[in-house]
Each structure stands twice: as structure tokens, then as C-alpha cells.
């Protein structure tokens, strides 16, 4: 495993982490979830992402048990607050002082440490002024509970507002969590520059496109039985706007060129994504150990340039870069 810092941060990260949403409590078993775990970290996989929201906080707890005996000092364990959970009240959401403070309490049960080391807001709330969420981090920050701060899925103007109350309240803002594969670019244009200039680092999340990218989708066929696109507890809707015929036809395309560097296509999908100097980590999820051990690979490979000219090559035409679609 390979090791980089997340921004101008003093924290190290696996270039390999390992994520349990839509799996851990929804997808597979226990059994088959821990066994994922028990994978992740054989492979020297140190940093962890989940969210209170993933399968309504099941699957903190199902990370809890895995990670359980482990030396706590030697993980990274991030999450994340702003999705309803609970019974989905009025204050079971968003990112006011209340949610705040008592999702991350309730993370720290459910996760079975006194710490997170990375707690993220999961999307923007535009119903809460930024300085009470900025606010009610600080005060846990200062309480020793959470160690630095994240956000995903924000634009680059909300970063750079939220950059200048971090400063303000003297917290360590460090990341971003967005989605970046080779089908999609969004971040590219203006977050990642904006990440650059406020020392925030990216960990990406979907780098083989919920799949796509592993070539296991063919064009004019239905999806294989068990896979995610058949998945009715929200995988389904994740991955379908991958699953057009022009888009599949092209990633076909980039077999060989996985071939020509001794990679299968779902371990040139997560190197590709960190050929991108701002990209810190790339998050890989899983519902077999065997998949945690193939993508893993990834870990250190460098892609030549003219490998990434083919691959853009094999691309055109179907790549999503237009920062509008960062979801809201």
C-alpha cells in the first residue's frame, strides 16, 4: 500500500481506501462484510469511509464490529453527517448545531471509538448559515471528538466559503468526497483548483463508475444477475445513467489498452484516478474479500501519458465534465 498526505494536511492516507456504502447492512451479510474488512486491512488498507446515512447508520455499526481489537492509532476512520436517519424527523437532518452534535455522538457509539478522524459534511445545507455549522465543528473539534473536517460533494464556491470560516474558527479543513472516474470528470474544472488553492485534497468515491468501468456491463445485454444495476436497494439508481450502449461500446474500448499495462480494467479505472496529483485517496467498496485484493492493485501504478491519451481517446464523446452536475 501506498500512503499520501490529504492536502496541506499532517494526516496520511491509503491511496486505498475502503467504503461500505450501498454494502455493509443493506447488500451482503455480516459475515460477508467483515470478511470484506478483514480483506481491506490484510491488504494494508488504513482508512475507512462510511456515513451515518448508509443503509439508515447500519452501516457504522457493521464498521464498528470489523474494526473492533484493531490499534486505533493505525486507522484513519472517516464519516460523514447531513442525510436523514432515525425516523427521519425535522432535526434528523442537515447540517444545523443540533444534527451536528448529536450525529456525531451517535457515530462515536455506533463506530465503537472516541474519535473520528475525518468528519465530513456530506452535502451543503442552504437552509443553515454556514457560521452555525462551521461553529458547531469547531466546538467538537476543540473537544478532542473529531480531528479534522471534510465535505463532499460541494462546489467550488462552497469550498472556498467554507475554507475562509475554517481559517476563521482555526479548524483544519483537509478534503473533499466527490465522485471522479474516467466517465466522470465534474471536478476537474473549478473544484479542484479551488481544493488546490484552499490545501484541500480529494477522496474520490465511485472510481470504477458503480461497476461500469470493470467491463462486466455489455452493450445491448441485460446486467448480470447480482450485480449492482439489479440491485433494488438503491444501486440500481446509482448506475443507471452509465448503462447506455454508447457508453458501454466505449468502455469496451479500453480492454486492450488495460491489457497493453498489466491491469484488469477495474484496477486502471482507480489508477486512473490517482494519476490526478489532487486526488488523495480513492475509495473502493465491496462485496467479496477477492474484489477488496484485485483493486488494491491499483496502489502505485503509474499510467504513462500516452496510455491516458488513449484512454481519453477511447472516451470521447461520453465523459460528463461540466461542473453544473455536481449533486446538490
Not at 73 to 88: D, M, Y
Not at 142 to 152: D, E, I
Not at 207 to 217: E, H, S
Request: net charge negative; hydrophobic share 40%; charged share 25%.
Amino acid at each position: 500500500m501506498e500512503f499520501r498526505r490529504l492536502g496541506r494536511s499532517g494526516l496520511s492516507v491509503s491511496e486505498i481506501s475502503y467504503g461500505n456504502w450501498l454494502t455493509h447492512g443493506s447488500q451482503i451479510e455480516e459475515e460477508q462484510a467483515q470478511a470484506c474488512i478483514k480483506a481491506a486491512l490484510e491488504a494494508g488498507i488504513t482508512t475507512f469511509d462510511t456515513a451515518d446515512v448508509y443503509a439508515n447508520t447500519a452501516a457504522e455499526s457493521v464498521l464498528g464490529r470489523g474494526l473492533a481489537g484493531q490499534r486505533r492509532e493505525s486507522l484513519e476512520i472517516a464519516t460523514k453527517v447531513f442525510a436523514p436517519t432515525g425516523p427521519k424527523g425535522p432535526n434528523d437532518r442537515g447540517l444545523s448545531r443540533k444534527h451536528i452534535i448529536e450525529s456525531c455522538n451517535a457515530s462515536l457509539r455506533r463506530l465503537q471509538t472516541d474519535h473520528i478522524d475525518l468528519y465530513q459534511a456530506h452535502r451543503f445545507d442552504k437552509t443553515v448559515p454556514l457560521e452555525e455549522t462551521f461553529s458547531a465543528f469547531a466546538d467538537l473539534v476543540h473537544q478532542g471528538k473529531v480531528l479534522y473536517l471534510g465535505v463532499s460533494e460541494w462546489t467550488a464556491e462552497q469550498i472556498m466559503r467554507g475554507a475562509a470560516l475554517a481559517r476563521e474558527f482555526r479548524i483544519p479543513l483537509i478534503s473533499n468526497q466527490p465522485q471522479y472516474n474516467m466517465l466522470w470528470r465534474v471536478i476537474e474544472s473549478k473544484v479542484v483548483p479551488a481544493s488546490e488553492q484552499e490545501g484541500l485534497g480529494q477522496i474520490v468515491w465511485s472510481p470504477i463508475a458503480q461497476g461500469v468501468l470493470t467491463g462486466k456491463y455489455k452493450p445491448g445485454q441485460p446486467p448480470p444477475a447480482g450485480s449492482r444495476a439489479t440491485d433494488e436497494n438503491g444501486g440500481a439508481r446509482t448506475v443507471t445513467r452509465f448503462l447506455r450502449d454508447e457508453v458501454l461500446e466505449r468502455v469496451q474500448k479500453l480492454e486492450p489498452l488495460a491489457a497493453q499495462a498489466g491491469l484488469s480494467l477495474a484496477q486502471l479505472a482507480v489508477a486512473w484516478v490517482l494519476q490526478n496529483p489532487n486526488v488523495s485517496s480513492a475509495i473502493i467498496g465491496a462485496s467479496r474479500p477477492e474484489q477488496v485484493h484485485e483493486n488494491v492493485k491499483a496502489a502505485g501504478v503509474k499510467l504513462d501519458d500516452d496510455l491516458l491519451k488513449a484512454i481519453d481517446e477511447a472516451l470521447e464523446g461520453v465523459v460528463v465534465d461540466d461542473p453544473r452536475e455536481t449533486p446538490v
